[in-house]
């Protein structure tokens, strides 16, 4: 059964629906979320929505836990994150999206499934992470604020620790071509970043952003999906 990881998807719902109908999971396949569903485009409850209506239909749905949704948790306890999330981080757009005014007004169930969203997720040959990995701790998965903040690591990589898993991430935006060529290069670095900033397009596409990613794991193919406004 094909398992498909997809990158940071940022409320772009129509973008998604449009990727899903291209890859079309069936029951008994496996989506894998990277992480950050959520903020700065304009559905992000239709995106949690679509997730859990996969879950419904028979498919293995994981979300992981972006930075983005912990920005969400954050802002109801303190007021410099809340801040934070709503002047820099596109909460706005999220509180829009579900149609109140602040972050309590969320509805509980929606809150509960952010705080339950895992920090990392290994199935076979993969290790799934948002951001990426502090290889200096002794244990790389322990460093949580790593897995959901980091850049800039791919020279850390403690190939011994990893094994034979490839590591997948989102969080910073690269150009396709970037990409592409880590997927050319994938057995030998053993890396793979699937957020294309597909968010950005309408600002930031002539750079080589705005795609949404997809991942599938068994025929190891890179589903490119533009972004629909």
Partial sequence: MPTYFIGDVHGCRRTLEALLKR??????????????????????????????????????TVCLRGNHEQMILDALEDRYCRENWLELNGGPQTLESFGVSKPEDIPQKYMEFFQAMPLWYETEGYLCVHAGVNFYFPDPLEDTISLLWARRWYGDINYEWLGNRILLHGHTPMPLETIEQQLQRLDQQRYLNLDNGCVYAPTHGDKGLGHLLAFQADTRQLHVQPFVG
């Fill in 23 to 60: 890859l079309r999971p069936k029951a008994g396949d496996s989506v894998v979320f990277m992480g950050d569903l959520v903020d700065r485009g304009p559905d992000s409850k239709g995106v949690v929505d679509i997730a859990w209506q996969l879950q419904a239909s028979g498919i293995q």
